[in-house]
């Protein structure tokens, strides 16, 4: 529509203002934030822009392919793809514990985000998808989870260990007028208003220690439970189920339970599905899925994902239980 048509010519005005000739980098992570930014500072400036994707190896089932199709393929934009998941894997083997698990994360990838800044000798501006929510919640106090690749921990201030200049193009936008604005630069919708997906990935949803083995195995999983959403509409509204939950994924548990399979005994793995619904993600509903959807899911994941033998929901409300699992 003609007032985001109007809002996008100024903002990439301002862009070109801000910028001038010079370079920008900025971290992609396949979320909607950074991807709407992206694509407005690509349309501002093209090639002044290089995306750095970083693949920690936790991410969900195609990812990096869907985000290099759009961005390199659809928008021909440059893009960096580090596959780092050797680097995060390494680092995270043996460890347990949640909060040491996102530390190590977030320290990994600001290592690997800043190996590949140096790369770009000429950039002088670092392009991050903060928006105005972030930067709100920056004024207040941190929660359990925060985490410092989550962009509103730069908000205020350079961080020092680029000594890079900060482009924030979104931060007066809330969340559905981000979204609006990437459908009106072409994002596809699917994109636009996929679920959050937090920064640390599949890593906390392996509970305790993270093994590629248990990543392949969640990732079958969780894209099977996402599959179903998408394509199981509820008859009242005629919406999907992917856009009646807010958030649904799921959660690898390493403990091993026995089943039958054929004429033989199995002896393997667990995942729990979540799906909540929530406005504003400090409490949550779980969401009554129906029986019919549950029972497909579970029994193509029984079925499919060799490994995995038995499929639980989870019916824990926030509070008392958190969105995720660790
Ligand atoms: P909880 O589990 O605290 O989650 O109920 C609330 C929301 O925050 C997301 N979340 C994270 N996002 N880094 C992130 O970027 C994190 O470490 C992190 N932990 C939780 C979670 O997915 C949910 O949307």
């Known amino acids: 529509d003609w007032v985001m048509g109007d809002y996008i010519t100024e903002a990439i005005a301002r862009i070109r203002e801000q910028v001038g000739s010079e370079e920008v980098i900025l971290g992609l992570s396949g979320g909607v934030d950074s991807s709407v ?6 349309r501002a400036i093209g090639d002044q822009l290089t995306c750095v994707f970083v693949d920690h190896g936790l991410l969900r089932m195609n990812e990096a392919q869907l985000v290099m199709e759009m ?4 928008l021909h934009a440059k893009v960096v793809h580090v596959d780092a998941s050797a680097e995060f894997l390494g680092a995270l083997a043996g460890v347990q514990d949640p909060e040491q698990k996102r530390k190590i994360i977030g320290r990994e990838f600001v290592e690997v985000f800043q190996r590949e800044a140096k790369k770009l000798v000429n950039a002088k501006w670092l392009a991050q998808g903060t928006i105005y929510p972030d930067v709100i919640e920056s004024g207040g106090a941190k929660t359990k989870k925060a985490i410092t690749i989550k962009s509103h921990h730069n908000v205020g201030g350079l961080p020092e260990t680029l000594g890079l200049k900060l482009l924030e193009p979104l931060r007066e936008l809330f969340k559905d007028e981000v979204r609006e604005l990437g459908v009106a630069l072409g994002l596809p919708p699917d994109m636009v208003h996929r679920h959050p997906f937090p920064g ?18 969640l990732r079958r999983a969780d894209a099977i439970f996402i599959e179903e959403l998408r394509n199981t509409r509820d ?11 807010s958030q649904a994924f799921a959660v690898f548990l390493p403990v091993k339970s026995v089943g039958v399979m054929g004429d033989g005994r199995t002896y393997d793995y667990v995942v729990a599905l979540r799906a909540v619904q929530t406005s504003d993600f400090m409490t949550a509903d779980w969401a009554e899925l129906p029986y019919a959807l549950l029972k497909k899911v579970s029994g193509r994941i029984i079925n499919e994902v060799r490994g995995i033998n038995r499929v639980t929901y989870d019916i824990s409300s926030k509070p008392p239980a958190t969105i995720e699992w660790e």
């Open 71 to 74: 961005f390199a393929g659809r």
């Open 235 to 245: 008859a009242a509204t005629g919406k999907t189920w992917y856009e009646l939950t």
């Open 200 to 217: 640390p990935g599949m890593g906390v949803r392996i509970l305790g220690e993270v093994r590629r083995e248990y990543a392949e195995l």
């Open 37 to 42: 930014a992206a694509a407005l500072i690509h």
